[in-house]
């Protein structure tokens, strides 16, 4: 089968959190399964575009509004990913070193879907299913079904729509109305959600088959989706929860190049205790307390607002007994707070505040326990990752995080699990944590031993989604 991925994120070319994971992942395993997986992602201008040499497959224009631009799609020449890479490149919109956070971030993405459209639309290659994720390639599917100048061509074309993270849902204003190409007008109420032009509710409403990266989060979804609940209810008989996998290879404690020392099970002790003691020297903390660590966006659904007031508390109650080394980005008050603590706290809390992929590996190698006490979490990847690497995760009940982790209080359970984001809630998880180290290590090593041997890779969930795509086929 021939499978077209359209995204905004893809791992190694652009990654700003879990749909960067997945869309570089994902693809590479249906490759293996014997299909053919494509990738389409905006030309950002990001380091690894200059590393690779690219080869120019096609051109064309077209319109934005009264806007009228070139567009260019290159692929990758060695195919080192394991699947063929294209990029879409336009002038003045999607040259930027950045994903996201731009004032045009609508039109970027409006003309990046027109244009991966039109492409599409003069490709002689066919793709049997278009996959596209997330809101920025959200009006894919309506355009395929009920846009002039591709619906001749694409109508017939199966699309598939992932959510990877519904509470962002790209809302335009009726007003820039002109941005789309011309479309059936009596469709119009299947672009609208509340009053606003809503990409993620055109994408629910219009894609033959909508997915979920767990099934727990599609539960929640009928209940609390930005607005968009009812919605999900509505449209639940197209709905499924496809759980989120993890590329075994990049993350493999075993053959991790990123790693001071790399280890496999039977190396777990040795292996982290190196790792741990690295970090500890780059932030100046005890290598052998225990070592927490948070690493996310620092957001209010990761309840990342919640931890300064956690790391205060947990810095007396637990005088002595825990070390902590966060890192994060994102909300510039709580940086700047999170800053200060690790000044307050030196030789306790460390902080690095940015993105930084090599000392994320090193993190989830290097800690004990992770922190996750996010408000919604539609499947979260570091508790994967974090587990492969032998750190139990400390987890709030939701979404994915409850569909991964069991509470070591129940049977077989090899995680810590608390109900409530709030600071007392994850104050006594740390706690339980601290509790396990200090008085049953035993229990923790066969824990962490237990949790290095899931196997979360692709394998499973991509043959899932190929099944969803037979259905549709
Ligand atoms: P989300 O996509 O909501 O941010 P996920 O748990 O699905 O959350 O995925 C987060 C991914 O981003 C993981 O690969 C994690 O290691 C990575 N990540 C998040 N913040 C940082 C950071 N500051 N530096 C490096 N990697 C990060």
Known sequence: ?????????????????????????LPKYQQRAGHVAQVVVPMYRTPYLYKKEWELVHQGRQQLGTYQFSYSVIREKSRELGFDLYLVDIN????????????????RFIAFQLSVMDWVCHWTHRPDVIHVHDHHTGLIPFFMRYAY???????????????????????????????????????????????????????????WKVTTVSYS?????????????????????????????????????????LLV?????????????????????????DPQKPLFTFIGRLV?????????EVIHQCMHHFVDRMSLILLGSGDSTLESNLHQLAQQYTGR?????????????????????????????????????????????????????????????????????????????IVYSVGRALDLYEQNPSKLQGMQRHIMGF???????????????????
Request: hydrophobic share 35%.
């Open 349 to 425: 809390f460390g902080a690095y505040i940015g993105y930084y992929e090599e000392l994320s590996h090193r993190l989830y190698a290097g800690a004990d326990f992770l922190l996750m006490p996010s408000r919604v979490e539609p499947c979260g990847l570091n508790q994967l990752y974090a587990m492969r690497y032998g750190t139990v995760p400390l987890v709030r009940n939701t979404g994915g995080l409850r569909d991964t982790v069991v509470d070591m209080g129940e049977w077989q359970g090899f995680g810590i699990r608390f109900d409530q984001a709030s600071v007392e809630d």
């Open 217 to 257: 989060y599609l539960e929640e979804l009928r209940h609390s989706a930005n607005g968009m609940e009812k919605l999900f209810e509505y449209e639940r008989g197209k709905c499924s929860g496809i759980l989120n996998g993890i590329d075994a290879a990049v993350w493999d404690p075993s053959t991790d190049p």
């Open 92 to 107: 003045g919109l999607l040259d930027r070193p950045k994903v996201y956070g731009y004032e045009d971030d609508p039109q």
């Open 261 to 285: 020392k790399s280890y496999g099970i039977d190396q777990l002790a040795p292996g982290k205790q190196a790792n741990k003691e690295s970090l500890c020297q780059q932030f100046g903390l």
């Open 455 to 473: 196997d979360h890779s692709w394998d499973r969930s991509a043959a899932q989604y190929l099944e969803l795509y037979q259905s549709i086929r």
């Open 1 to 25: 089968m021939k499978i077209l991925h359209v995204s905004a994120e893809c791992y190694p070319m652009a990654k700003a959190g879990g749909l960067g994971d997945v869309v570089g992942a």
């Open 149 to 207: 100048p591709f619906r001749d061509k694409l109508q017939g074309v199966p699309s598939v729509f992932t959510i990877h993270n519904a509470q962002y849902q790209g809302w335009i204003d009726w007003q820039h109305r002109d941005w789309l190409p011309p479309y059936d007008e009596w469709k119009s109420g299947l672009i609208e959600w509340a009053g606003q032009i809503n990409p993620l509710a055109a994408a629910v409403k219009s894609a």
């Open 300 to 308: 209010h659904e990761k309840a990342a607002d919640l931890l300064p």
